[in-house]
């Protein structure tokens, strides 16, 4: 496929920001729609109130109400989940609850969700009551096995709701259809933070608060857990992303997280969004993609820093197990992408199924996310989950609500698919494998019909062309500190014609380069990650090229040194 650059157009003048910042940042921020100097405030004061997320009040009393009970609090076996998990438990014990634990389903043995079979493992602990965070919302037959049994519960949960809610004491659900809160952006672990920041106020209005530590203190883990599930840095993530990151950078972290970047190679005093991305979040994840994700709860929950550093080892020996498996799968599933291009040379579907007899259940949604990256569309990649049932990971591209085309599917064709949920960006399911065929034309089709589907698929958005002498250390350091960025608030990228001078690839995959800008005489150190596929060799363009790229600030040996992160070298001319 031939890729087009489009360029973000300014919403606002730069003058709209007070001319106070570096110029390439404020046309980054006005290209983002803000609007003032004001909306880039992270402080506390600006998130949004507690108090108006609907279900906050009847949650606080139904948790206030077993304070003396056991609450059992079961997660998801993903980052979100894990944080969530831990910042329930940890918030819960220090607010004086008598006995409050942990269980997050083995994937591979009991599937997502509160299912009946998680609840009968529950009941073994005597819970009165059972909080769970984000997950929960389409659990209508495992609550309603939980109050046969006595149980309690309480939903905090951020996806998309099903045409029946379960029968929950309470649901604290900011996507719920009657929700008029103002961001429906928060992450599993945003709302756990918002439900525990309002019992930890309520104690302290009733004077039983004391000196416990305040919800606030958990900040970081709410960081991790909103960037690690990509969801949009709206206004208010960005608060609480913000918020997290300086804390962590100020040394006032679990343990585990700390651990973690230890294990990660990255430096806590300047940490970024993209170093919780890309280094912390995919050790933990390994845990439930490849064991259990109990290993990186009790890593996010221990106090002693010797017993989390050994934690956060065996969840670095995961996630090199994980990455060897999704090298593997990769290269089976691009494989395939292949074929799929001949003989137009173009993938000719909207939506692109994918299916491997020898492919790992927890890494499927990895494999997914690199396709999709590739193809442009969105991609599904399903694994046996026994012998009559397949369960797929959804990633898609924007524009394309991947939680409503299944949806759709669901609708147009009843039966088709058993289970599925998730939100816009990324979504499971579970379906027959005799029926994966009928499937993956459905959801062909039904992207096929989806406005942006033919519109984003070849598009490369960037944030238009740098003057010489604005690519320069200082302006990728401005961008840097201007973060957080994320999903829906993209780092910035630019566009802009440069000569190969020299180049040569690394570990067969990676491309480091030396390009100049012509006629200029200035030359920049740049890298290309991943950008040849089985160790094809690399032809250095002839004459003036187009990249994408990003500023990095490159560290070595104590140097800060500027590199552009190539994303696409394209045509000099369209």
């Not at 009946?116 to 009941?123: C, D, G, K, R, S």
């Not at 009843?414 to 034309?441: N, V």
Request: charged share 20%.
């Amino acid at each position: 496929m031939s890729l087009r650059i489009v360029r973000r157009a300014a919403l606002l003048g730069p003058s709209a920001l007070g001319g106070r910042l570096h110029p390439v940042l404020e046309r980054v921020y006005a290209a983002r729609g803000v609007r003032s100097a004001a909306e880039l405030d992270t402080s506390l004061e600006r998130l949004l109130p507690v108090g108006t997320l609907e279900g906050i009040p009847a949650a606080v009393e139904l948790l206030l109400a077993h304070r003396a009970g056991r609450v059992l609090v079961v997660g998801d076996f993903d980052a979100d989940g894990a944080t969530s998990c831990a910042l329930v438990v940890r918030a819960l014990r220090g607010c004086g609850f008598a006995a409050a634990d942990f269980l997050v389903p083995n994937r591979f043995q009991f599937g997502y969700g509160l299912t009946p079979e998680i609840v009968a493992l529950a009941a073994e602990r005597a819970p009165s009551l059972i909080v769970t965070v984000d997950n929960g919302i389409s659990s209508t037959s495992g609550v309603a096995a939980a109050r046969a049994r006595g149980i309690d519960v309480l939903i905090t949960d951020h996806h998309l709701a099903g045409a029946q809610l379960p029968d929950a004491n309470v649901i604290v659900n900011p996507n719920l259809a009657a929700s008029r809160f103002g961001s429906r952006a928060l992450a599993g672990v945003g709302v756990a933070f918002y439900v525990m920041a309002a019992v930890r106020r309520a104690l302290d209005r009733a004077g039983l608060g004391g000196t416990r530590p305040k919800v606030a203190e958990l900040l970081d883990l709410v960081a991790l857990g909103t960037v690690a599930d990509v969801v949009p840095l709206d206004a208010n993530n960005r608060v609480l992303v913000a918020q997290g990151l300086k804390r962590i950078r100020a040394g006032r972290c679990v343990p585990g997280i700390r651990a973690l970047l230890a294990v990660a190679g990255r430096t806590a005093v300047d940490l970024t969004a993209a170093d919780l991305a890309f280094g912390v979040a995919p050790r933990l994840n390994a845990a439930g993609r490849i064991d259990d994700m109990t290993i990186g709860v009790q890593c996010l929950l221990a106090d002693d820093e010797a017993h989390a550093q050994y934690l956060a080892t065996r969840l670095d020996a995961l996630n090199e197990e994980r990455r060897a498996i999704e090298a593997r799968m990769q290269q089976e599933a691009l494989g395939a992408v292949r074929q799929l291009r001949e003989p137009a040379g173009s993938v000719q579907r909207s939506g692109v199924c994918l299916f491997d007899e020898g492919w790992h259940q927890g890494v499927v949604g990895l494999v997914a996310s690199r396709v999709k990256e590739r193809v442009r569309r969105p991609v599904i990649a399903f694994a046996s989950a026994d012998a009559a049932t397949l369960r797929g990971s959804a990633r898609s591209t924007p524009g394309i609500h991947i939680r409503d085309v299944l949806d759709s599917i669901a609708a147009r064709h009843p039966g088709l698919i058993d289970r599925f949920g998730g939100h816009a960006m990324a979504a499971g399911l579970t379906l027959e494998r005799a029926k994966l065929d009928e499937f993956a034309r459905a959801f062909d089709e039904e992207v096929a019909r989806c406005p942006a589907g033919t519109i984003a698929a070849d598009a490369v958005e960037t944030d238009g062309e740098l003057a010489v002498t604005e690519i320069a250390l200082a302006t990728a350091e401005a961008l840097r500190a201007g973060g957080p960025w994320g999903q829906a608030f993209p780092e910035p990228s630019f566009d802009g014609l440069f000569s190969v001078r020299s180049a040569r690839v690394i570990a067969d995959r990676h491309v480091k380069m030396w390009v100049e800008v012509p006629r200029t005489g200035r030359s920049f150190d740049a890298i290309a990650f991943n950008h040849l596929e089985d160790g094809a060799p690399f032809d250095p363009p002839l004459g003036p090229t187009r990249l994408v790229y990003r500023l990095e600030v490159n560290e070595y040996q104590g140097e800060r040194r500027l590199q552009l992160l190539v994303e696409h070298l394209l045509p000099a001319t369209p």
